[in-house]
């Protein structure tokens, strides 16, 4: 288990809007085209060395592994698997047990991997296109059309849980056939990209703009420095050709680690901001905000762990590959290689790679046995 620290319920009593947003990437932070989320980076916690392995089912493992802390069990949807499981970690859940309104929306339809029945059990009054979330029916829609639909149905109650699944990044990436793109088409057509990168871009001003609002809505209701916000991505942006991702990052990306960096935005106004170079992962989210909310939640029966403790980090990818303190293993090639000015045991990649694997394992169990219905008392 991890122990408390010094980071433990510094953000202790605060509301929580947690959002998990389509193919967001450090690419979309910009002072200039998104210059909210560029705003929340800087004033935040700055994560340098944040990584946002792809699954089996794209988008829904994403979501099941920041909103449950555990690996996804290959082969099933792990997160309609887990809908009649207890969960009691979830943010969903843990606000429940404190007697706070909890809501969840997605601007699309909301039977869409039948989130219908998985994210009532996360501990949500769950809302998307359908059963009523009234937003247009555009491709993809508008983020910031859902933010001033719902943000009325919490802000004035005393302490409040929103999450929010976004959907304007999502690809194709072209001004012909995603409505997002074409809207803020003019807003990018002065960048020195081909098209595909300048619909992305385009796609991510609207989530920005989407954030704007939302802060704004915040400051007037007078709770801002009361409410956490947290913003992760399901996935990278695959829908770019690898030819558009080396152009975004002005370099050649390199497919194995770096194709899987991203962005995790942690941000309250008035924070100190911090630079956090610790490699970690989309694993971690979930005992992290349980640490700064100081929330109860066992560390043993998680796959991620608190960024803010003293463990030693663990990056984990799907075929296996890692990255810890001390160094990164690429399953591919079978190589390790040390991290600059670290050492360690010739047999240090064997010994984290059975632990890798002991993890899935216990995952995959902790979801098939409904293992937390099992050894915890019912709340």
Known sequence: PTTTNEYTGIFEGYNLILVTAEAFS????DPDLT?????????????????????????????YVALTGLLPKAGVWSMLRSAN??????????????????KAYHNHTYTYYQRDQSHPNLGYDYKGIGNGLDVRKTWPESDLEMMQKTVDEYINQERFHTYYLTISGHMNYSYNGNFIASKNRDLVKHLPYAEPA?????CQIEFDRAM???LLRLEEAGVAEKTLLVISADHYPYGLEKRDLDELAGHEVEENFELYRSSLLIYAKGMTPEVVEKPVSSLDILPTISNLLDLPFDSRLLSGTDIFSDSAPLVIFNNRSFITDIGRYNARTKEFTLTPGASAPEDYAAQVSQMIEYKFTAAARILDKDYYRRVLPPS
Do not use: C, I
């Open 212 to 214: 704007e609002y939302l």
């Open 26 to 29: 450090h690419y979309a932070v």
């Open 198 to 202: 300048q619909a992305y871009l385009a």
């Open 85 to 102: 499981n207890s969960l009691p970690f979830t943010m969903g859940r843990q606000f429940q047990a404190l007697g706070v309104d909890t």
């Open 35 to 63: 210059p909210t989320l560029y705003k929340m980076q800087q004033e935040g916690f700055q994560f340098q060395n944040f990584y946002n392995p792809v699954w089996g089912v794209s988008t829904l493992d994403g979501e």
